[in-house]
């Protein structure tokens, strides 16, 4: 039973390689989904719910610039997945729990499978983020 557990993570791993977790394309999607209604269809802060919010969504296309041009991608990271607080959205990243962090503090109770395709959400994300700033 120990080797099919094995051979499932082992397989999960080929399905989930880097090449699909940093891609901006699914990336993109994620975000239209789950991004765009607050911060715009181009990351500037002018989505269609911004205007009902108390405090404006930031202008995603600006982080470079404010790292002194450098994409901070651990930091954005961190706010995807929801290690680090964001005041407009009303505490922990993300609104969309489910999607973007572990749905249990103690990750031993995931399967590899959902801990890696999490990851992958987030890192797709974060990379399409990285391909809005000028």
Not at 102 to 128: C, K, Q
């Amino acid at each position: 039973m120990r080797f099919i557990t094995y051979l499932v993570a082992a397989a999960s791993l080929v399905a989930v390689t880097p090449a699909t977790a940093q891609n901006a394309d699914v990336g993109k999607g994620l975000y239209d989904q789950y991004c765009a209604s607050c911060h715009g269809e181009g990351g500037k802060g002018d989505g269609p719910m911004a205007e009902f919010l108390t405090l404006k969504p930031s202008d995603l296309t600006g982080l470079a610039a404010k790292n002194d041009g450098k994409f901070p991608m651990l930091d954005v990271i961190h706010i995807i997945d929801g290690r680090t607080g964001v005041r407009q959205h009303g505490g922990p990243m993300p609104v969309f729990g489910h999607v973007f962090m572990a749905e249990t503090e103690d990750e031993s109770e995931r399967t590899y499978t959902e801990i890696l395709a999490t990851r992958g959400r987030v890192l797709s994300l974060a990379t399409y983020l990285e391909t809005l700033q000028p």
